[in-house]
């Protein structure tokens, strides 16, 4: 699994990644976890707001930092769909 964190470097984006790793080995998912803060880069992603999360180039948060269970429940639903 491959888990993009978008985000310029603020607070928020920086608490969804630590938030993202937690959430990750709460379950036991094995993923390879990329910060990315090039505006083009994101731009081009299909990122509209900040921070957001991409599974597997899929983007499936924008905007909002959820919880660790938040994000559990959506790690599995892409793990699941995949």
Known sequence: ???????????????????????????????EVTKVEDVATMADAGVMRTPALAIDGHIVLQGRVPGVTELEYIIRKAAAAS
């Open 1 to 31: 699994m491959k888990v993009d964190v978008y985000g310029p470097g603020c607070a928020n984006c920086r608490r969804l990644e630590q938030q993202t790793r937690e959430a990750l080995a709460t379950i036991g998912c094995a993923a």
